[in-house]
Each structure stands twice: as structure tokens, then as C-alpha cells.
């Protein structure tokens, strides 16, 4: 009752200071109101979708270290051209996050630096695409967003925690680790080592000579050819490690599960070990050991309970 | 003196004043004279090289731990003690600060798990699966590094009710320590009945790694925020 009436008498105050000002403000107040009113209304997704964008160029000399902090949630691509320039084009959704970048020498370092704690999830997304030379070191770490990777040469560090990782025609001594963010790599050459708590991983087409794969409850799956001399772990506690390898490849196996089972699909190409040493499973395992072909590249699965697959691709 | 006295000399007294011989047979010597300008040169440079930088300690944890279980190096016994005195009253003090908790965790672990791995099978459970008996929970391997985790983690909630955080991060950190310590609860209970199935041992060891590395990470998020 009481608050009715207050707001009758602003109503009645606020009549009284209208009817003393020119009419023209009058008019054209409320038309000025509106219009700001619209415009705002309109205005903010636009903001929103265009953001804020950043570029920047670095002359560079052979083989650049590009280091990248994104804490922010956001995407960053890396893609490779001829020129020894590095490009790094920073977009941003708020205002509430501020990128500080630096070269010194070779070495090019981005960071994304949340400005306002107060910022909201949607308003932390930042993404960074950055063009790099061929052959160009990274060390890029984000928590959430995407890390994508094409046409690199060069060692690498990746890590994320929520984030996946992608890697296309990349080669170098390539280190990927995540919390929960899978990895798919694809036409990979060199080494790869990756781990993981929840995070699968996908190694597709490879070239790779040495492979350490490791998760706790993610799934690993190796399609693709073992190099001659190569070295190849994998293991997963609870997931599932598939490899799917071809009639021409030559490996010595080695599958262990301490609770899990080992599906021999490929029995028709495995060979009793042909090097001498003689491969037994332990006593609490279960085990697998053969060769195919002539048993030239090392490769050693194994998991706590998950299921171990082998089988030849068609 | 011959030259060769004057490396010995140096390398066991440095480059510091040179006895009289040494000096003697320098003042002949012109390969002695410029071996002694090249490590002159050497300290002058190296003195002028920027301090070294220290990884975090959960590299040194991990490298330590690989070499560990690749038995490149070897860590002797934990000392036993399980009763709680006043120096780990004083002790537990210190282990608040985060680096040197992650440091005692992993040597902790790094410990444990050399030790555990390397332990040859009990004469009592050779042979037969169906021998397998469970072990008292005082035998249960990384028992100490699991006791230390735990203790940790509970510091780590602590921090999270000060300053409590929802973000995608966050929840991901906490699904994922939910999921590790699921694995290690598997883990040891399969430990506890078959204490030579050295696999599941490989996978508890990893995951009392992994942990350490999760709460080390959680913690530095924590402290980053607040």
C-alpha cells in the first residue's frame, strides 16, 4: 500500500516536471529513449558474433618457437605457409579478456589473460588462429577450446584439460597431454606420446617410429601401418585399445590385461614369437604374444580392464 | 711437476692460487698456460649466463618416476614410522605449502613404487592363483603415498569451499580426480588379493602419478583464482 502510493506521487511529481519542460523535449525524449533502447537490443548479438579481432605479424628466421597460454575458452589453430612470418589473429567475444603478445628473437609468445574475474563463461571464449612456417616448434596449452594442428614440422608440446586435440600432418617429437580432451591424430609422423585421464585417442594413417599412448578410462585406437624398427606402447586402465593393422606390417606383440580380455582377431596372422625369447603371460594376466611377419617393429598393448582388440584392416 | 700433476691439481683444488710447482712449471709451459686461460675464459662465461631456470617440480616427479621404474636410479627405503610425533605435527605445517607437498608426493610415490615393484614374489603365493590370499591393510602397497594423497586432497576441498568455483575447468578437474581415485580403489583391491600381479601394480603406480599431477594442477588453479 505504502510502495502504491510512493509510486503514485513519483508518477504525479514526475507529470508535474514533465509539463514544465519544452515541448519539444517532450517529443522528442521519448523517441530518443526508444531508439537507444532499440538499438541496444540489436546492436549487442551483432557485437557479440563480430567481437573483437587482433592481428598481429612476426618476421621470423628458421624455425620458430611459438608458445601459446589461452586461458580463455577458446579454439586455437595452428596452419603453416612459406613465409618466415608468424601470423597470430586473436578474436574475442568480451572485452574481458586481454591477449599479451611478444616476440623475442624466434620465439613468439601469446597470452591470454582473463581481465575481469567477474567475466561470465560465454564471455571467456577466445579463439586464436595463427599462421605459422613449416617448420615451427609449439608449445600451446588451453584449458577448454580446441587445439588444432595442421601441416606442422617440428616438436611439440600440447597440453589441455578439457580440450581436444587435433592433428593433421603433423611431424616431430609431438607430447599431448589432457585431463579429459581426446586426441586425434591423423597422418602423424615422427614420435607421439600421449596421456591422458579420460581422454581417448585416435592415431590414424601414421608414420610414426615410436608411440607411447596412455589413459586411464579413455579409448585407443591405432589404425595404420607399424615402421620397421618402430616402438609402440599402448596401454589404458579401463578403455578399450584397438589396433587395426595391415597384411604387410611386420611386429612382434605383446598384449597384456590383468582384468580385462584380449579379442584376437587376427590369429590367422600371428606367429608364435620367432626371435628366441620365449613370451609367456603371467600367472594374473592374460596374455597375448606373437609375431607377424618378421616381427620387425616392438608392439606392447596392454590394459587393466578394458578390452585389447587386434585385428587386420581389410 | 709434469701437466698432468697440474690438471690433477686443478681439478681437485680449482682454479684458486696454484701451489709453487704448479706455478714453476707453468712459467715453462705454454700448453699448461693456455689450458689454464681456456678454464679462465670458461668461469668468466659461465658467470655471466642467466640463472638457471627450475622446472615445475611435477616434471622433476615424473622424470624421477621413469627412471625409477626403468631401475636407471634407485631410491633407498622409506624409514618406517607410523605413529604421528611432534616433529610431524611440524612437518605437516611445512607440507601445506603446494610445491613441496606435489615434490613429497611424487618422491613419495617414486619411492613406493620402486620399492613395491622391484619386491620379489612372497614365498608363500608362488605357484597357484588359487593361493592368492588378501594382505593385511598395513601391507596394501603405496598405502603411505595413498594416506599422503588423501590428505592433500582434503587440504584441496578445503581451498574449493573457500572460493567455490563451477567453471567447465573445474568441474572437469573434479570428474576426473573422482575417476582416478575409482581406478586406484580397483587397483588396490586387486593388489590386496593378488600382491604379484605386477600389471595392476604398473597401473596402481600410474595412478597415484596421475593424482599427484591432478592435485598439483587443481591446486595451482586454486591458486591462480583466489
Known sequence: ?314 | MQCRDVELVVEQEGLAPLPEAAQAHMATCRHCRDFMADLATIVSVAGELPAEVHPPARVWISLRAQLELEGIIKTPELPAGSERSSWWLGFNDLFRSRALATLIVGLLIVAAGGLELRQPPDAGVHGEVSQIVAVPAWQIPFAKTAKVLNEQEIDLRNMQLAGASNSRVDDAFRHNLEQVDDFITDCEHRVSVAPQDELAREYLSNAYQQKAELLSAMMDREGSLH
Request: hydrophobic share 40%.
Open chain 1, 1 to 314: 500500500m505504502r510502495t502504491g502510493m510512493m509510486r503514485v506521487t513519483a508518477f504525479r511529481s514526475h507529470r508535474n516536471l514533465a509539463a514544465k519542460r519544452p515541448l519539444r523535449n517532450r517529443i522528442y525524449l521519448p523517441l530518443l529513449v526508444a531508439a537507444v533502447f532499440l538499438y541496444s537490443g540489436a546492436s549487442a548479438p551483432a557485437a557479440g558474433q563480430q567481437g573483437q579481432h587482433l592481428a598481429r605479424h612476426f618476421a621470423v628466421n628458421a624455425r620458430p618457437v611459438v608458445v601459446i597460454h589461452n586461458v580463455a575458452n577458446g579454439r586455437i589453430e595452428v596452419k603453416s605457409w612459406k613465409n618466415a612470418e608468424v601470423d597470430v589473429l586473436a578474436s574475442q567475444i568480451s572485452n574481458k579478456i586481454g591477449f599479451d603478445m611478444e616476440q623475442a628473437g624466434d620465439r613468439i609468445d601469446v597470452t591470454a589473460t582473463v581481465l575481469n574475474n567477474s567475466a561470465q563463461p560465454q564471455e571467456m571464449e577466445a579463439n586464436l588462429q595463427l599462421t605459422v612456417p613449416e617448420e615451427t616448434e609449439l608449445q600451446l596449452k588451453t584449458e577448454t577450446g580446441l587445439i588444432y594442428v595442421e601441416q606442422v614440422m617440428g616438436d611439440m608440446t600440447l597440453e589441455s584439460v578439457a580440450g581436444d586435440v587435433h592433428l593433421k600432418e603433423v611431424s616431430g617429437y609431438i607430447i599431448v597431454r589432457t585431463t579429459e580432451g581426446s586426441l586425434v591424430c591423423t597422418q602423424c609422423a615422427g614420435k607421439l606420446d600421449f596421456k591422458s585421464i579420460s581422454g581417448g585417442t585416435q592415431v590414424l594413417q601414421p608414420a610414426l617410429t615410436n608411440v607411447s599412448l596412455f589413459t586411464t578410462s579413455g579409448n585407443i585406437l591405432f589404425d595404420g601401418d607399424f615402421v620397421r624398427t618402430g616402438l609402440y606402447t599402448m596401454k589404458s586402465g579401463k578403455g578399450t585399445v584397438e589396433v587395426r593393422f595391415s597384411g604387410n606390417d611386420s611386429f612382434d606383440l605383446k598384449a597384456q590385461t590383468a582384468m580385462g580380455t584380449v579379442d584376437n582377431r587376427a590369429a590367422a596372422f600371428l606367429k608364435p614369437d620367432s626371435h628366441g625369447v620365449k613370451h609367456m603371460a603371467s600367472k594374473f594376466t592374460h596374455g597375448l604374444f606373437g609375431t607377424v611377419g618378421q616381427g620387425l617393429a616392438k608392439v606392447e598393448l596392454s590394459s587393466y580392464s578394458g578390452t585389447i582388440r587386434i585385428l587386420k584392416r581389410d
